[in-house]
């Protein structure tokens, strides 16, 4: 069965797909691997062996009461690399992912050759973190399922296929709810927290490796261009996606990646 134990009794899910440079697939926040069917058969074609994990509290891996936060997801996935025998990987990430990819490469920057972040969970304004602790209580609250439809509701817009929105809302209420609180809490305003500024600036200096950004918000890409240090990084914003983009753009995701991935090895 396709489970890695990374110790502290944490279990991961994953699927191993293809031949090539590994790439590490890392879903969102209140989903799980299956946010990849849209693109793991045609990166696996491209040349690459695709690995997509189930982050803990999330899809099938283990649900610990506590813990459910992006730093321990990230060291589960340095766990997960150390039981495949995978000494490096680009890592791509989606929403929480890309905050947890992020982390990966600053703690463990042997482990990432490269990173891709895609309308990724971290560099929030004051404004919007504003509203996080009303959302954060509507999490730990009596309803928290509909809390976290009412904050998914910002995901999408009219360019969001209904088929997504479908299996996204299925996704959540499949979720512990203890989960959806304590890691959104993580992201955004806890001790450790990199999701909003300034400690998103101050976090995200520190990798080193080159990035691929992928955003919705033009805004929020000329914010992050300012941090990237590496000469291969680079800025991409699809004006008008929702926060579901690579999920209603699998083909142009695939073939941004692949070519910025090209121009890395030459």
Not at 9 to 30: A, E, S
Not at 157 to 182: C, D, F, Q, S
Request: glycine fraction near 10%; charge should be negative.
């Amino acid at each position: 069965m396709p489970y890695a134990d990374v110790g502290g009794n944490i279990r991961i899910f994953y699927t191993d797909d293809g031949d090539g440079p590994p790439l590490l697939l890392v879903h969102g926040w209140g989903t799980d691997s299956h946010q990849w069917s849209w693109h793991i058969d045609a990166l696996a074609a491209a040349g690459h062996r695709v690995i997509a994990a189930d982050l803990r509290g999330h899809g099938y891996s283990s649900v610990p009461l506590t813990g459910n936060t992006p730093r321990l997801m990230a060291a589960d996935l340095a766990g997960l690399l150390d039981v495949l025998g995978v000494p490096e990987v680009v890592a791509v990430g989606h929403s929480m992912g890309g905050q947890v990819v992020s982390i990966l490469a600053v703690e463990h920057p042997d482990r990432v050759r490269a990173l891709v972040t895609l309308d990724p969970g971290y560099g929030m304004t004051a404004g919007i973190a504003a509203r996080f602790p009303e959302m954060i209580a509507g999490l730990r609250g009596e309803h928290a399922h509909a809390a976290a439809e009412a904050i998914d509701e910002w995901c999408t817009n009219a360019a969001t296929p209904a088929v997504i929105r479908r299996w996204h809302k299925r996704r959540l209420y499949g979720m512990a709810p203890h989960v959806l609180a304590e890691a959104f809490e993580a992201m955004f305003t806890g001790p450790e927290a990199i999701g909003t500024r300034p400690a998103s600036d101050d976090y995200l200096a520190r990798r080193q490796c080159p990035v691929l950004s992928i955003w919705a918000d033009p805004e929020r890409a000329g914010w992050e261009a300012g941090l990237l240090k590496h000469p291969g990084s680079r800025v991409v914003c699809w004006d008008g996606s929702s926060h579901r983009l690579h999920e209603e753009r699998p083909a142009e995701l695939v073939h941004l990646l692949s070519g910025w991935l090209r121009t890395l090895r030459t």
